[in-house]
Antibody, heavy 117, light 110 residues
Framework: EVQLVESGGGLVQPGGSLRLSCAAS????????MSWVRQAPGKGLEWVAN????????YYVDSVKGRFTISRDNAKNSLYLQMNSLRAEDTAVYYC??????????WGQGTLVTVSS | SSELTQDPAVSVALGQTVRITCQGD??????ASWYQQKPGQAPVLVIY???NRPSGIPDRFSGSSSGNTASLTITGAQAEDEADYYC?????????????FGGGTKLTVL
């Protein structure tokens, strides 16, 4: 059974940092593009970033470029999102999803990031 | 980057057919995928590619595409289909690769 479990969310002050993790199981993690998708409270889905199987390609939504870094550790079946210089508008539930482009076939339950003073 | 436009809300009578649409320039080049999201839950993929359903998705869900418009059709809507529906696609506008989501459509089953 495919499972994606996010962790690392919480309350952080504006300008602060957080590192999200996603533990994957039930599939060959190293064979898939992976993505982060977020959803602000009461709002729609927004793709944040994706990463190729070997980590050699990474893409970001414009609003997080230079502040967020996606990475992965295939030996640990884990996906990460390092978030720096956080802003109030980054407040959202962050989902880890399998797949890099239009087709995200499995999603985690999400982790809530709240940026507030 | 491109945008995908969806109607904010659509309603359908129980057992009837409803079409949810998604418009955007990226759909001229790429297929859309469709996701169902119920309150407090993660999104679930219901349609991808030309018209493919993941395992476990009822065959009352189908997808189609024409020009810059993708459509999700639910034939014989059930009460459990009441949810938010999102489309997405790959986007390569301005030689910048990304993924774009529509704003979502809230489906009410009457």
């Amino acid at each position: 059974e495919v499972q994606l479990v996010e962790s690392g969310g919480g309350l952080v002050q504006p300008g602060g940092s957080l590192r999200l993790s996603c533990a994957a199981s039930g599939f060959t993690f190293s064979s898939y593009w992976m993505s982060w998708v977020r959803q602000a409270p009461g709002k729609g889905l927004e793709w944040v970033a994706n990463i190729k199987q070997d980590g050699s390609e990474k893409y970001y939504v414009d609003s997080v470029k230079g502040r967020f870094t996606i990475s992965r550790d295939n030996a640990k079946n884990s996906l990460y999102l390092q978030m720096n210089s956080l802003r109030a508008e980054d407040t959202a539930v962050y989902y880890c999803a399998r797949g890099g482009w239009a087709t995200h076939d499995y999603w985690g339950q999400g982790t809530l990031v709240t940026v507030s003073s | 980057s491109s945008e995908l436009t969806q109607d904010p809300a659509v309603s359908v009578a129980l057992g009837q057919t409803v079409r949810i649409t998604c418009q955007g320039d990226s759909l001229r080049s790429y297929y859309a995928s469709w996701y169902q999201q119920k309150p407090g839950q993660a999104p679930v993929l219901v349609i991808y590619g030309k018209n493919n359903r993941p395992s476990g998705i009822p065959d009352r869900f189908s997808g189609s595409s024409s020009g810059n418009t993708a459509s999700l059709t639910i034939t014989g809507a059930q009460a459990e289909d009441e949810a938010d529906y999102y489309c997405n696609s790959r986007d390569s506008s301005g030689n910048h690769l990304s993924v774009v989501f529509g704003g979502g459509t809230k489906l009410t089953v009457l």
